[in-house]
Structure formats: structure tokens, C-alpha cells
């Protein structure tokens, strides 16, 4: 089955503890992005990667760091946490630039920082 | 800077009546058009979608879109609402550097 599988679902922590929210696909999808959604902001792209090594800043990428090393991986990192990084966040995927094809979401993960 | 603007946050209807949310947005180059839908507790789901051609477009469970270039509009429409279509919808755009840009949602809340 094609999907986006984010992990963990949900995460409760506290300020400056590091931590990673992994993002796999099965689609052999070259695009992959970070959003978050806030109440009354839509989704605000994070981080997006064209391929393996390409990464660029979305519209929000303070405080946020990601890599792409294989395809079909694309982790967001937080280095150090802020309250104001709770969130609700979501991986989406589709195949390169040029298709006319959507992004497949995630399941989204809702993190609490304390 | 690029933006999408939803102007309806919040529309409340009966079970029936017809429905348009707005979406405007500013970007002058070539741009996808999504609509997408998000009940409560899921993510987002692909409603419907425009390429090209035929600026008319028809999506899942009944809802179209109309692209009109002129004023940089892709409104979503459905002739009869349905209890089940309660839901969060955003509108988003793909410009041609491959950035995604949603709209900050309207929620829709149809009564039975």
C-alpha cells in the first residue's frame, strides 16, 4: 500500500531535549516536504527536498534542521525545542518536478513541548 | 510574497445547500491548484486538482472547482452538502520552483 509513515504520533517533551520525527514513503517519490499546522496559519512548509542531498527552507525553517540521505527517508530534527514548536506536523511526498501529480500526507505528529 | 487566502474561516450550512468556498492567491507564473480535505483527526486528503486544460475540474464525492486565471481564483463548489462533508478544507498552490503554499483553512460544519 502507497503511504507516508511519520513516527512517533504523538510526543510529549521538554525544552532543549533533542529529537527526530522520522518520515519514510513507499512511492519512489523524489519530493518530500515538513509542514506545520497551527489554528488559523494553514500549513506552513518547513523544509522541502527535491531529491537525495537536495534540501531547501520552506517558509518556517527556524529551529528546524533535516537531511536526506535516501530516498525514501526525510527526518526533521529539532535541536533544541521551544514551546512555541508545538505543533502539529506533517510529511508529504510526491514524485519530482514536472509530474502532475499530488503530495501524499502523512498521518501527521502532534508534539507538546513543555 | 506568494500567499493563498481562504476568506471563509468558518461556514456553517444545512444539510443540502450549496456550498463555494473562496480561494484567491498571488503568484504570476505557472501554478498547480489543490483542494484538499481534512476531517477531524486525519490528514489532509486530495479533493480534487488543476493542471491544465479544462479550467472546470471535478473531484472526489461530488465537489468541482473553477480555475480563473484572470482573477488568480480556484473556487471550490458543491451543489448539495451532506452531514459527512464536516470537515477542515484547504486550498494550496504549487508554483514552478516546486513550493507548496495552503491556505489557512476554512472549516465547514453542515447541520442535519
Known amino acids: 500500500e502507497a503511504q507516508v509513515t511519520q513516527n512517533p504520533r504523538y510526543l510529549i517533551t521538554v525544552t532543549g531535549k533533542k529529537l527526530t520525527v522520522t518520515c519514510s514513503q513507499n512511492m519512489n517519490h523524489e519530493y518530500m516536504s515538513w509542514y506545520r499546522q497551527d489554528p488559523g496559519l494553514g500549513l506552513r512548509q518547513i523544509y522541502y527536498s527535491m531529491n537525495v542531498e537536495v534540501t531547501d527552507k520552506g517558509d518556517v525553517p527556524e529551529g528546524y534542521k533535516v537531511s536526506r540521505k535516501e530516498k525514501r527517508n526525510f527526518p526533521l530534527i529539532l535541536e533544541s525545542p521551544s514551546p512555541n514548536q508545538t505543533s502539529l506536523y506533517f510529511c508529504a511526498s510526491s514524485p519530482g518536478q514536472g509530474s502532475n501529480q499530488p503530495q501524499h500526507f502523512g498521518d501527521g505528529t502532534r508534539l507538546s513541548i513543555l | ?112
Open chain 2, 1 to 112: 510574497a506568494q500567499s493563498v487566502s481562504q476568506h471563509n474561516h468558518h461556514v456553517i450550512l444545512s444539510e443540502a445547500a450549496s456550498l463555494e468556498l473562496g480561494c484567491n492567491y498571488s503568484y504570476g507564473g505557472t501554478v498547480n491548484l489543490f483542494w484538499y480535505v481534512q476531517y477531524p483527526g486525519q490528514h489532509l486528503q486530495l479533493l480534487l486538482k488543476y493542471f491544465s486544460g479544462d479550467p472546470l475540474v471535478k473531484g472526489i464525492k461530488g465537489f468541482e472547482a473553477e480555475f480563473i486565471k484572470s482573477k488568480f481564483s480556484f473556487n471550490l463548489r458543491k451543489p448539495s452538502v451532506q452531514w459527512s462533508d464536516t470537515a477542515e478544507y484547504f486550498c494550496a498552490v504549487r508554483n514552478n520552483f516546486n513550493k507548496f503554499y495552503f491556505g489557512s483553512g476554512t472549516k465547514l460544519n453542515v447541520k442535519p
